[in-house]
């Protein structure tokens, strides 16, 4: 059974950091791409990132390049996404699915796998 588990939500101030992890277990973790999702206010579900199987490629979505950072262990079978310089706007629901293929310049793709979802509330 496929199970990913996302942690390091929180409140944090307008312009402070944090980091969300996801670990995966129960499929062979370095054969997947990884993708960060959320659910904010304003769209029901975008991908902002992903990464591919071996962590050499990344994909984000425009409002977050330069401030989010996604790598992956995968000794540890984890990713982490690095998210500084958080803005109200970054509020929301983020979730972290273990993807079939990393599909270039439009993010993950193929069937994933998701977890439930970790808060990440800004504070202006």
């Known amino acids: 059974q496929v199970q990913v588990r996302e942690s390091g939500g929180g409140l944090v101030q307008v312009g402070g950091s944090l980091r969300l992890s996801c670990t995966v277990s129960?499929?062979?973790?370095?054969?997947?791409?990884v993708g960060w999702f959320r659910r904010t206010r304003e769209k029901e579900r975008e991908e902002i990132s992903c990464?591919?199987?071996?962590?050499?490629?990344?994909y984000y979505i425009d409002s977050v390049k330069g401030r989010f950072t996604l790598s992956r262990d995968n000794n540890n079978k984890t990713v982490y996404l690095q998210m500084n310089n958080l803005s109200p706007r970054d509020t929301g629901i983020y979730t972290c699915?273990?993807?079939?293929?990393?599909?270039?310049?439009?993010?993950?793709?193929?069937?994933?796998?998701w977890g439930q979802g970790t808060q990440v509330t800004v504070s202006s």
């Open positions: 699915a273990a993807a079939e293929y990393f599909n270039g310049g439009v993010g993950c793709g193929g069937r994933h796998f």
């Open positions: 129960g499929l062979s973790f370095d054969d997947y791409a």
């Open positions: 990464i591919d199987w071996i962590g050499t490629r990344t």
